[in-house]
């Protein structure tokens, strides 16, 4: 090559050079840059050979490559290839002569440099401007020498895969996918015949890939061997063949940046999940999670480095062993944090499905709205269940993993969709927020039948329970079979005090009676303003608003617009000034979403930056006030105890107005959680809870302070039809259990089963069994039918019947299922269809008839059943809702507060589907079906048609959906496009990050959309698996 021209162009460089050069090559798995064009400099430029000589390719009309470096263009180094065919051919036949040297034959791409060896060293490599595929054989003992050193490469320079065109990304993409597939199946043979045969394949595909004619290799050696490699294209017509192709490829846009990004990703998970699977102390790169996971959380979070116990919790032993664990901190601790993580470990290391079950729909929207980002960003889906969405069974994903966020009933309905097809396995990971809700009424026994059926089908599941307040914890384990992990850990310290009179007292817990003498509140009352504030409200706020923020919890949703009043009445008007303009701004906010009317108290308080939040408030109201609390627009808030358990919203004081909720005596539970609000982490330094308390309940009150938390007892037997009833249905309707042994044996791994001794002493969990299965036979939803075996002895199993399985497919409670299957039976017989009144009857939930007060001033009194006038008067309300779709004018228009009306509407809309579910089982029903399909989503969003595709997205309320709308945004297609910072100019009193949220919302939205889709594309061309052989062989 050294008389051959600057055919080839390369540096001198050093021995050590070159071969630190190569071993980057290798390691990366990076190839050289393209030829590049050689400078016209006249004297020193080769003629080009003419059409009928050697040099020419007769496989193409031109020359392609002419002005070009190329392997085409040097005679010498096309002589030198030759040559190393031809020893390749004495190599391979000595190797079948001989049969005593037999070597393993490896498959590896060449990237980017030709290397010729010397022969003694048995190793044969084949390479050509990273387009052919190199084959070497070596000895285990072999050292390369320093001569090996030496020897000339063709240099690889400094650019690597970025300096490709996309056809050879591509083409190596295919080469190295062919390459590991080649060395799989010739792993176990080490002959020469199978390098052989392992060439032509490679070589044949190769000139497939680029367009070029086929060739028909015999890929078994003989005693002709040397004749029919003879009759091969040689070397060099594939290498010119596959360069000529190359070029003429079509260049895909691809970004060359983007698919390094990928492929380190790719890497990096690859490598973290096998760091999993091993279950190695040395988790990788971010806790067995690719680095771009901690770039994220740094981006979206502004979370840098995790707290210590984080760190501690995270490489327990326990988890490495994938067992279930519950962990308990105190509120703001940074629990949730810990289960993001290992939810990011199942989805991108494990490839597994999760469950994330939280308690309100509030908390799902927010939840989806926040790790939607990280979907856009890591591939996987982010879906939500709450209210009326979700899709059951949910789509089976083949590409991507999903992670379904979901209330308690709507996980319970998912959980047994799975189980039904048999699909619960693809669950790896469950975890549960706010696990003390086991012990709270008909939704913490709705979390218990979640949880035993998941232990109960699937023991490959992992399960994570996390809770601030947690105490009978060795119940929990015992069910959930499960670690515990405890901290004390709180970002920022918090002081808890009782307030009695005028006197400021600190928890402690070394004192006699718990409290120790603080401070006496130095703030001059006169006489009227006593009689209005005896507690000394005014002046608790005013040493902490408005540069601080503050909430005050009150016992009841009239105690809270009454203290925001009265606290605005006698603040100093110098308080209008703080952030005048933006409180404007959200007055503004509020009228628009009242569609011009505006709460007259909230008129009041804003200027001051106060406002009062309880369910009293819509939807679109308490996200808007919530906005605006965070952002310090509003320094205190006055609020009931829902606050506590809903989204987070810290302060700097936390003042609870009186030790009651309601009229009943505060928890400890429900203390903690209130008092868990004080203290922001990264802006206060301490949190402060300032209890009042009146002498009367002094005593109480040192009990609560002092007192453990409350232990977490079952409530399957307390909530029996929500309860006890609707988890027997299910087992047998899921066929998890046939009879009364094998429900009796589901039994005992309940918590019910763990804690059944103190909660029911008069029965046993045998006897509260049966009289549950009597009560569902009596109803008609369960069905005995005897079996007799060889032994002659007769065995009760049980069947589910249509109606039974319409109640539990339908989440109907089993107290009104034969209700409803009248109502609607008799809604067949004459079913108005004029409007949808007849229909919203139907759908009108039982249990809000009990809450319901109709005003007789509107509707005249009738001497019928109260049950079913109070629910036609509720269908009148949300009959005018979907007229009107103006939440205040209804509400005045009833007498009704707008939040109730708004919970109204919300759970009308959760139990049409739930009546769509259940009239799908019933053929009878099947009318039900297209009506209610229709009216379930008008009942979601109540908003005009144009505006339901923006709504859909998580986090878009009517307000933001008709400012979207207005503003041009009028498809989830458009939303999904857009640019954060077009939307931040364009929406007023848009931030950045809600932008940004918006957009990864809609994203993901489209994205599951478009992947539902495919999924039912490839579902409809999958050939059946029942298909017999012999029609398919005689399939064209």
């Not at 071993?23 to 004297?43: E, H, I, N, T, W």
């Not at 889906?381 to 979901?406: C, D, H, N, Q």
């Not at 603040?571 to 303009?581: A, F, M, Q, T």
């Amino acid at each position: 090559m050294e008389g051959g021209g600057p055919a080839v162009r390369r540096r001198s460089r050093s021995a050590s050079a070159c071969k630190s050069s190569r071993d980057r090559a290798r390691s990366r798995g990076v190839c050289s840059p393209p030829a590049r064009k050689r400078p016209s400099s006249g004297a020193g430029e080769e003629p080009q050979p003419a059409p009928g000589s050697p040099e020419y390719n007769n496989d193409s009309e031109e020359d392609m490559f002419g002005d070009y470096d190329s392997f085409s263009g040097n005679d010498s180094l096309l002589a030198q290839v030759d040559d190393m065919e031809q020893e390749c051919i004495q190599s391979i036949d000595l190797t079948s002569c001989t049969k005593n040297m037999e070597e393993k034959a490896t498959v590896e791409p060449a990237f980017g440099y030709l290397q010729l060896q010397n022969a003694k060293s048995k190793e044969l490599i084949f390479s050509a401007a990273g387009n052919i595929i190199g084959f070497k054989t070596e000895e285990e003992s072999h050292v390369r020498t320093t001569s090996e050193q030496d020897n000339r490469t063709l240099e690889p320079g400094d650019c690597f895969l970025d300096d490709l065109p996309s056809s050879q990304l591509l083409y190596f993409e295919e080469m190295n996918k062919t390459s590991v597939d080649s060395r799989k199946s010739s792993g176990t043979k080490e002959s020469a015949n199978d390098m052989n045969s392992c060439l032509d394949k490679m070589l044949n595909q190769s000139s497939c890939h680029h367009n070029a004619e086929p060739t028909k290799i015999n890929n078994e050696l003989s005693p002709s061997t040397t004749s029919n490699m003879s009759k091969r294209k040689s070397l060099k017509d594939h290498l010119k063949n596959t360069m000529t192709g190359n070029a003429k490829a079509q260049t895909p846009q691809v970004s060359r940046t983007k698919l390094l990004k990928e492929a380190v990703l790719s890497e990096e998970i690859c490598v973290a999940k096998k760091t999993i699977e091993t279950s190695s102390v040395d988790v990788g790169p971010f806790y067995g999670l690719p680095s771009k996971v901690k770039d994220l959380l740094v981006q979206f979070r502004g979370i840098e480095n995790l707290y210590e116990w984080q760190h501690t919790c995270l490489t327990l032993e326990s988890l490495q062993q994938r067992k279930n664990l519950i962990y308990s901190l105190p509120t703001s601790g940074g629990k949730t944090l810990v289960a993001e993580i290992l939810i990011l470990q199942e989805l991108l290391c494990r490839q597994k499905d999760v469950l994330m079950v939280l308690p309100y729909v509030a908390i799902v929207q927010e939840k989806v709205w926040a790790l939607s980002s990280f979907g856009i960003e890591l591939g996987f889906l982010v879906e939500e269940y709450a209210g009326s969405k979700g899709r059951f069974p949910p789509i089976k994903r083949r590409m991507k993993k999903s992670l379904y966020i979901a209330t308690i009933e709507k996980g319970h309905s998912l959980v047994n969709s799975l189980i039904e097809t048999g699909r619960v396995g693809d669950l790896g990971l469950v975890v549960v927020d706010e696990l003390h809700m086991l012990g709270e009424g008909s939704r913490g026994a709705t979390l218990e039948m979640i949880l035993a059926k998941i232990l109960y089908a699937s023991k490959t599941t992992q399960i994570i329970g996390m809770s601030a307040t947690l105490n009978n914890v060795g119940d929990l384990q015992q069910f959930l079979q499960a670690e515990y992990y405890a901290n004390n850990f709180r970002p920022v310290e918090l002081k808890e005090y009782v307030k009695i009179q005028d006197s400021i007292y600190e928890v402690d817990n070394k004192a006699e009676n718990g409290l120790t003498f603080s401070r006496l509140l130095n703030f001059k009352y006169s006489s009227n303003l006593q009689k209005m504030d005896p507690d000394h409200l005014i002046a608790l706020v005013t040493e902490v608003i408005p540069n601080y923020s503050c909430l005050i919890f009150c016992s009841t949703k009239k105690n809270c617009e009454n203290v925001a009043e009265m606290i605005c009445k006698y603040l100093n008007k110098e308080y209008r000034n703080h952030r005048e303009k933006e409180k404007q701004d959200l007055i503004k906010d509020l009228k628009n979403i009242g569609k011009g009317s505006l709460c007259p108290v909230l008129k009041r308080t804003i200027p001051f930056g106060i406002a009062y939040h309880h369910s009293g408030l819509t939807s679109d109201e308490r996200k808007r006030i919530e906005e605006a609390y965070s952002a310090g627009v509003l320094c205190l808030l006055t609020c009931t105890s829902t606050l506590a358990a809903g989204v987070n919203l810290p302060a700097r004081r936390v003042i609870l107005r009186a030790p009651y909720v309601a009229t009943k005596f505060l928890k400890k539970n429900q203390y903690k959680q209130m008092i868990g609000r004080a203290g922001r982490a990264g802006i206060d330094n301490a949190g402060e809870s300032i209890l009042i308390v009146q002498e009367k309940d002094k005593h109480l009150v040192r009990d609560l302070v002092n007192s453990p938390l409350e232990n977490c007892y079952s409530n399957l037997f307390l909530e029996f039809t929500k309860g006890i009833q609707s988890l027997l249905l299910s087992l047998v309707g899921l066929k998890i259990a046939r009879n009364p042994e094998e429900i009796y044996h589901f039994m005992c791994g309940t918590l019910f089963g763990v804690q059944q001794q103190f909660l029911s002493k008069e029965k046993s969990l045998s006897d509260i069994t049966r009289e549950a299965l009597g009560c569902l036979i009596e109803k008609g939803l369960l069905k005995e039918k005897m079996t007799c075996e060889k032994e002659q002895k007769s065995q009760s199993n049980l069947e589910i019947t249509q109606l039974g399985q319409a109640t539990y497919k339908g989440s109907i409670d089993v107290a009104y299922c034969d209700a409803l299957y009248r109502d609607l039976k008799k809604g067949l017989e004459g079913l108005v269809l004029e409007s949808c009144l007849h229909l919203l009857y139907l759908t009108t939930p039982y249990d809000m008839t009990y809450h319901c007060r109709p005003d007789w001033m509107i509707y005249f009194r009738q001497d019928v059943d109260n049950g079913v006038v109070n629910r036609l008067y509720l269908s009148f309300v949300l009959y005018s809702l979907l007229k009107e779709t103006n939440i205040w004018n209804v509400s005045e228009k009833f007498n009704m507060s707008r939040g109730y009306v708004q919970n109204l509407l919300n759970s009308a809309a959760s139990f049409s589907s739930c009546v769509l579910h259940f009239s799908e089982e019933l053929e009878e029903f099947w009318v039900y079906k297209a009506l209610l399909t229709e009216l379930t989503k008008r009942l979601t969003y109540c908003v005009k048609a144009e505006l339901i595709p923006l709504m859909e997205v998580a986090g878009v309320l009517e307000s933001r959906a008709k400012q979207l709308y207005d503003s041009g945004y009028k498809t989830l297609a458009h939303l999904a496009n857009s640019d954060p910072e077009t939307l931040v100019k364009m929406i007023e009193h848009l931030s950045r990050r809600q932008a940004r949220q918006i957009v990864s919302s809609a994203k993901m939205l489209l994205r599951e959309k478009a992947e539902a889709l495919q999924e039912e594309v490839e579902e409809l061309l999958k050939v059946p698996t029942d298909t017999s052989e012999g029609l398919l062989t005689t399939l064209p």
